[in-house]
């Protein structure tokens, strides 16, 4: 669901619910004070009932023969029109009738007189009152008891009554009115009075969300195309938002990232040509200079050098020779960058590459020899280039020595350089002059050979005198990868 649909919704339903539970709670109250209201008409009338109505004539009638006599007719009559007298839409009264005790058990309650026109449904006199289909038996002073604790059509009654006493204040009868709980048209007039406003302001408050909605997400849809177009690498976005002070400070602050990334960017793209590529990571996540500072540890160099190039330079023009150094040192760092290597220096026609620093690397033997291997197959591919455009070709001497040296960022705070100094280093560099003797293009020393050795197929070269080393060192040429650990690329 999208931000502008969750605000929608939220707003939306916040407003319908609060409104809906107002006007809930307003029809609720106004529906409880028109049926006290109602309540308060019927026992009116069955008052002011009780005191036109002789409570003699009423006591007389407790007998089904009573319907035979005159007196019975002319009661029914003047209860029927008082019942029709208030049959108003209003207060509609159903029937009148009275309540009297049973003459066998004063417990049990009895019908008397009934107004109910329909013979099937009119009660007769000395027929039992009955609620929820039990006779009531707390007898006319308990249903009196009762209905003078009702406020309201409670506790499943929809009568209301008023008590008929002789001259004696003796309790005689009851005289219950029946009367429509909710009268439909009152309620219907106050429920639309009242969810009328309800579904106007409902459709108002939605409108004006949607409205909200847009107005609150046109900016940030502004600010979120110009971080996309960053993403992207686009870092002359400027970003704006047309809205409240808040929008503004937050596209200013996106327009400040960006200066920032272009900053970076630029001083990487300075610095990428000087440095390798693990230096400059490590000093753009830093953000920090780095300091003049070393430490031991062990790693695996790598020199490689063009055999004879200087020769071959000689009959060049400076813009052949710098433009086959470039193609040549283009296709070489590839391959070192995919191999975990870092590009100490370039040697005129030759580099010298670090394994194992800045960053740890447990197979940097492993890394710098496929290495070697796959520069040495980059190279016969670039041979047959040239000789396919009549360029010059040459071969490449690599030599590889792993042990400890010192490595860190060396030189002056004005001009500092991170490179590996000690014999692991000198070494590595005599292997490789020694190579065009020996007559291997990769020639390895035994440390390194010890690390890999069942990795690669060999080629003993035995006991090596190299440059200003008065010892021998026991030297290896590599012939390719095993065939247990070759891989697609090798």
Aim: glycine share 8%.
């Amino acid at each position: 669901m999208t931000y502008r649909m969750k605000l929608f919704v939220v707003l939306g339903s916040l407003v319908v619910i609060s409104n809906g539970l107002i006007a809930s709670a307003n029809y609720r109250r106004c529906n409880q004070m028109l049926h006290a209201e109602v309540h308060r008409k019927a026992r009116a009338i069955a008052s002011t009932i009780a005191t036109l109505v002789p409570a003699a004539a009423v006591a007389a009638i407790d007998t089904r023969s009573a319907e035979s006599r005159p007196e019975y007719a002319q009661m029914l009559a003047m209860l029927r029109a008082v019942r029709a007298a208030n049959r108003r839409e209003d207060v509609w009264v159903e029937r009148i009738y009275t309540l009297v005790g049973a003459a066998e058990d004063p417990r049990v309650v009895e019908y008397g007189l009934d107004t109910e026109d329909h013979f099937e449904f009119a009660k007769h006199p000395g027929d039992v009152y009955v609620r929820d289909g039990r006779p009531v038996e707390i007898g006319i002073d308990g249903v009196d008891r009762l209905a003078g604790k009702l406020s309201g059509f409670q506790a499943g009654y929809e009568n209301a009554f008023a008590p008929l006493r002789d001259s004696k204040g003796r309790l005689i009868a009851e005289i219950g009115v029946t009367l429509k709980p909710a009268p439909a048209s009152v309620l219907h007039e106050v429920g639309a009075q009242i969810f009328g406003p309800f579904v106007f302001t409902v459709i108002l408050a939605l409108a004006m969300a949607m409205l909200l909605a847009r107005e609150v997400l046109r900016p940030l849809y502004n600010l979120r195309a110009s971080i996309d177009r960053i993403g992207k690498g686009d870092l002359t976005t400027a970003a704006t938002a047309n809205g409240s002070v808040e929008f503004t400070e937050m596209a200013a602050a996106i327009n400040a990232m960006a200066a920032g990334l272009r900053e970076r960017e630029t001083v990487k793209r300075a610095f990428s040509g000087y440095i390798s590529r693990q230096v400059l990571e490590l000093i753009t996540s830093k953000g920090e200079v780095p300091t003049l500072k070393g430490e031991r540890r062990r790693i695996t160099v790598l020199f490689c050098d063009i055999r004879g190039f200087t020769a071959m330079a000689e009959g060049m023009r400076p813009e052949e020779v710098v433009e086959l150094l470039s193609e040549f040192f283009g296709h070489m760092v590839d391959v070192i960058l995919r191999n975990d290597g870092t590009i100490d220096k370039f040697l005129g026609d030759g580099m010298m590459v670090i394994f194992g620093a800045p960053a740890d690397d447990p197979n940097q033997e492993e890394h710098a020899v496929r290495a070697a291997l796959e520069m040495q197959r980059e190279l016969e591919r670039l041979t047959a280039l040239w000789e396919g455009q009549g360029r010059r070709s040459f071969r490449m001497g690599i030599g590889i020595n792993s042990g400890p040296a010192v490595v860190g960022n060396i030189g002056s705070q004005e001009h500092m350089e991170y490179t590996a100094i000690g014999d692991t280093v000198n070494l590595a560099a005599r292997l490789e002059t020694a190579s065009k003797e020996l007559s291997a293009d990769i020639v390895v020393s035994e440390q390194t050979h010890s690390a890999v050795r069942p990795q690669f197929q060999w080629r003993p070269l035995g006991e090596v005198s190299v440059k200003g080393r008065a010892e021998t060192v026991r030297a290896y040429a590599v012939e390719g990868v095993a065939e247990p650990h070759r891989t697609s690329s090798s």
